[in-house]
């Protein structure tokens, strides 16, 4: 049975000193930081996709009448995101164009009143899903997707040693 499933971007917001802290938002001026609002949605079948094809469901999609295979807008989106956001471990650029996904519980996580496009979702409750678990249908790894955004995290943000997003955030995996 399909499904739509939305689409979010993360990265570290960017700490400057000389601006005013205040002026959090997914766009800040021109540096960008923080949890976006829902930016893309995909139908899928969460009994049979799996992370993997997930992934080229967000990347490609087919041009001139099947005939090519070109990136999505979201994903040139997700792209000049990540060449701009912030790179608090120093990684390289081709780090930079690599990404893992998240898991978001909106249901769980927003605020009350919150709207139902999903504001009031907190950053720290984003969950990453574990690469070696990226092949299983989305349905056995997270349970269902009612409610479930998911979230491109840049490789840039996570800890290069830990593989993690925050200290102490843990991997998803299995239900």
């Known amino acids: ?52 094809q997930l992934r080229e469901l967000i990347e490609e999609t087919e041009g001139d009448g099947g005939r090519i ?24 650029k081709e780090d ?13 996580v927003a605020e009350e009143g919150a709207a139902p496009s999903g504001y009031g979702a907190r950053e720290m409750d984003i969950k990453l899903i574990r690469e070696d678990v990226e092949t299983e249908p989305i349905f056995e790894v997270v349970g269902d997707v009612l409610g479930t955004d998911f979230v491109l995290i840049p490789r840039c943000q996570l800890h290069p040693e830990t593989g993690r997003l925050f200290d102490d955030d843990e991997e998803g995996g299995k239900k």
Do not use: W
């Not at 979201?74 to 995101?81: A, D, R, W």
């Open 1 to 52: 049975m399909k499904t739509y499933v939305h689409l979010r971007m993360y990265s570290h917001p960017t700490f400057n000193p000389a601006k005013n802290q205040h002026e959090h938002s997914y766009y800040a001026g021109h540096e960008p930081g923080g949890l976006s609002p829902r930016l893309g949605r995909l139908a899928i079948d969460p009994t049979v996709t799996s992370f993997v």
């Open 96 to 108: 930079r164009k690599n990404y893992r996904i998240g898991v978001l519980r909106v249901g769980d």
């Open 69 to 92: 295979r070109k990136r999505t807008l979201f994903f040139q989106e997700f792209l000049f995101f990540a060449e701009r956001c912030s790179n608090p471990h120093g990684y390289g």
